[in-house]
């Protein structure tokens, strides 16, 4: 038997089981063949402390020390550019003002990405506190730090029922059945048929679809060391990547929980409001890909004992902040199941309980 049984490994599934390994038995049951499979596998990976609501930026500011020195650290310099034009003036200044952007000239910005449309964009706004994460260096940090304590990682492993005993749970799986006494849905867009089947009343989560085009450096140029761009409202960003660009409309469109493609129309969209203020047109596609990003109704993560029952907890709703925030997150989530007090203010923590839907 496990003291902790984890459905999910994406980053906020294996974070958790990473800091649960210190305090007992763990084991993290994936249905796919690898960590990180959906969403985590298909993340822009940036870490950007002003990125979210208060409770998502608080977690973001206290991981970030976690990210620049746990295990050599595992972000890179990348700067982070919102590109306007006199048509979005008004979202422009809301999103520059919280950011807390500095203002950078046309010419300035375009001696650093030399394809913005000087005839088109009329306002800038730069912050170089953005960074890269290594998304797969972080997640086998964590993975290794759960193994190295005698954790148990098991892929393959598909939930097919969950029930009550009278020691805490029993989880059946395409693997075979695991008994733990503290159970963490961590299943990422599942987390509402992980609950069901364990017979938790689900919070409503609501996984949103958001599209990825990569396609070829833009006139050649050589991308490396532009930063991250995005329009006004997010409506698209564009992100170096290996050398190329990945290129997204951040679409928002509910969809049920699945293994997530992209839909060429809204890509086609998205790729439109990224041309409109660039000089080189997008001529052909590398490859295209979509993710899931879900979130719990008010956009706040959920981390906390279900207020119905202290043997089941929540570690769910990272929405696009799972791997700036993991981190604090994880740490949170272990704090509260070791029993123990947590550096994060009581509003935070707050923000975050699943007792807040009760």
């Known amino acids: 038997m496990?003291?902790?049984?984890?459905?999910g490994g994406g980053i906020a599934g294996i974070s958790l089981a990473g800091r649960l390994s210190h305090h007992g038995k763990v084991t993290v049951l994936e249905t796919e063949d690898g960590l990180g499979y959906h969403a985590s596998g298909r993340s822009a990976a940036m870490f950007e402390e002003t990125y979210g609501l208060p409770s998502t930026i608080a977690l973001n500011i206290a991981s970030r020390d976690y990210h620049q020195t746990a295990n050599g650290g595992v972000l890179s310099p990348r700067g982070l550019m919102l590109v306007g034009t006199a048509a979005d003036k008004a979202t422009f200044a809301a999103d520059f003002k919280g950011m807390k952007l500095q203002a950078m000239s046309v010419p300035e910005a375009r001696a650093i990405?030399?394809?913005l449309n000087a005839g088109v964009v009329t306002q800038v706004g730069y912050h170089a506190e953005a960074w890269d994460i290594d998304t797969d260096r972080l997640i086998q940090n964590f993975a290794r730090e759960a193994r190295g304590n005698g954790g148990r990682i098991v892929t393959g492993a598909?939930?097919?029922?969950?029930?009550?005993?009278?020691?805490g749970w029993t989880v059946e799986t395409t693997k075979g059945a695991f008994d733990t006494r503290l159970l963490v849905n961590a299943a990422g867009a599942w987390v509402d048929h992980i609950a069901h089947l364990a017979g938790i009343t689900p919070l409503r989560f609501q996984p949103y679809r958001r599209?990825?085009?990569?396609?070829?450096?833009p006139g050649g140029h050589d991308v490396g060391r532009w930063p991250l761009l995005f329009g006004p409202g997010e409506t698209w960003y564009a992100k170096?990547?290996?050398?190329?660009?990945?290129?997204?409309?951040?679409?928002?469109?509910?969809?049920?929980?699945?293994?997530?493609?992209?839909d060429d129309m809204v890509l086609a969209e998205g790729l439109a409001r990224y041309?409109?203020?660039?000089?080189?047109?997008?001529?052909?596609?590398?490859?295209?890909w979509a993710g899931l990003r879900t979130f719990a109704p008010d956009r706040n993560l959920v981390i906390g004992f279900d207020p119905r029952d202290p043997t089941f907890f929540w570690q769910a709703g990272q929405g696009g902040y799972g791997f700036q925030t993991s981190p604090a997150a994880s740490q949170l989530g272990a704090d509260m199941?070791?029993?123990?007090?947590s550096d994060l203010d009581k509003a935070t923590i707050a923000a975050l309980s699943p007792s807040r839907f009760a």
């Open 275 to 288: 041309e409109a203020v660039v000089t080189e047109p997008v001529t052909r596609l590398d490859s295209s």
């Open 113 to 115: 990405v030399p394809i």
């Open 240 to 262: 170096p990547d290996a050398g190329k660009l990945i290129i997204s409309p951040a679409e928002e469109h509910p969809m049920e929980p699945h293994d997530a493609w992209a």
């Open 211 to 217: 599209s990825v085009a990569r396609i070829p450096a």
């Open 2 to 7: 496990s003291d902790f049984l984890i459905i």
């Open 337 to 341: 199941i070791a029993g123990r007090g």
């Open 158 to 167: 598909r939930v097919t029922d969950i029930h009550k005993t009278a020691t």
